[in-house]
Each structure stands twice: as C-alpha cells, then as structure tokens.
C-alpha cells in the first residue's frame, strides 16, 4: 500500500485559487492511476479527478471541468490539483487516492485503495 499525505488545503476567497499536493510514499506511484476526491459534510465521497500513470490522460467531474486540474510529477512522487474560480459548494474534505496496479482507464471508484488523510478546503462567499 502507499502512503499518501496531502497539503495546500486552507481557506479562499470565492473566485480564488488554491493548489493541493499530495505526497507519495514507495516505488510504485508511477504505475498507478491517481484521483481526487472530495467529501463535504453531510455528503458522500465524490470523484473529483483521476490521471493515468504516465500523466498523458485525464477525467474530470462534470462540476469541476474548466476550473481544475489534475497533474503528477512521477519523478517527485507527487500528485497535484489545481482549483481555479473556487465557489463555496467547493468546500469540502479533499482527499487524494491510488488505483491497483495494472488497472483499467478510467480506473473504476473500486479500484483506488490507497488514500490519503484529507485536507480541508473552505471557500468563503
């Protein structure tokens, strides 16, 4: 299993930017698809944005497209999600997740089993 931390969580602005980290433990973070996720209270769980292994594709949530962006450095183990146009519904617990190796594109919900602790994001209207 990898162990993975996030950052850059905080409170914004309606209208600003933040941009979440999240850090990556062992050898296998380049074999894996990558997501993020996010729970705001009261609510289930909800894809956000998931990249392929090497980084060339990428889904988004309907409600996130044009405002978001998932990338990854595999030579840093790291994974990130820039938020732009952040509007108070974007308030939740973000939460970053890996897929199983050798998984299918789109990996399915079922197929992230390593997630990280969450980090808060709050944006003020």
């Known amino acids: 299993q990898m162990q993975l931390v996030e950052s850059g969580g905080g409170l914004v602005q309606a209208g600003g930017s933040l941009r979440l980290s999240c850090a990556a433990s062992?050898?296998?973070?380049?074999?894996?698809?990558m997501g993020w996720f996010r729970q705001a209270p009261g609510k289930e769980r909800d894809f956000v944005a998931t990249i392929s292994p090497a980084g060339g594709n990428t889904r988004y949530a309907d409600f996130v497209k044009g405002r978001f962006t998932i990338s990854r450095d595999n030579a840093k183990n790291t994974l990130y999600l820039q938020m732009s146009s952040l509007k108070p519904e974007d308030t939740a617990v973000y939460y970053c997740?890996?897929?199983?190796?050798?998984?299918?594109?789109?990996?399915?919900?079922?197929?992230?089993?390593?997630w990280g602790q969450g980090t808060q994001v709050t944006v003020s209207s």
């Open positions: 062992g050898r296998t973070f380049s074999s894996r698809a």
């Open positions: 997740a890996g897929a199983r190796m050798l998984g299918t594109w789109p990996p399915p919900r079922a197929d992230f089993g390593s």
